[in-house]
């Protein structure tokens, strides 16, 4: 089965940087979509950021972009959200996720609606 397991997680001061990993297995990896979500307390689950099955394009939300840099790597089956110049309000639990379907055309998914396999989530705090 799809496993997705997220690690980089943790406390850091505002201005400061951290990289999540996110780890892939069970199904052939370069042919999905991929993506970044984040879930703050009392908020609901927002995206951040998407990549392509080749990696050639990406996006961004507009809270992030200029600061944050996601790439995957088809060999090692392994997607990365850098993120530098942390914000307090980056605050929150970020998801890996992959999208239900294999194959399609060149572009990013943007809707959560298209994820359908997650990670189990890996905390990430910004102290001011």
């Known amino acids: 089965q799809v496993q997705l397991v997220e690690s980089g997680g943790g406390l850091v001061q505002a201005g400061g940087s951290l990289r999540l990993s996110c780890a892939a297995s069970?199904?052939?990896?370069?042919?999905?979509?991929m993506g970044w979500f984040r879930q703050a307390p009392g908020k609901e689950r927002e995206f951040v950021s998407g990549?392509?099955?080749?990696?050639?394009?990406?996006a961004y939300a507009d809270s992030v972009k200029g600061r944050f840099t996601i790439s995957r790597d088809n060999a090692k089956n392994t997607v990365d959200l850098q993120m530098n110049s942390l914000k307090p309000e980056d605050t929150a639990v970020y998801y890996c996720?992959?999208?239900?379907?294999?194959?399609?055309?060149?572009?990013?998914?943007?809707?959560?609606?298209?994820?359908?396999?997650w990670g189990q989530g890996t905390q990430v705090t910004v102290s001011s």
């Open positions: 996720a992959q999208v239900s379907s294999p194959r399609l055309p060149l572009g990013v998914s943007l809707s959560e609606d298209e994820y359908g396999y």
């Open positions: 990549i392509s099955r080749s990696g050639s394009r990406t």
């Open positions: 069970g199904r052939t990896f370069s042919l999905y979509r």
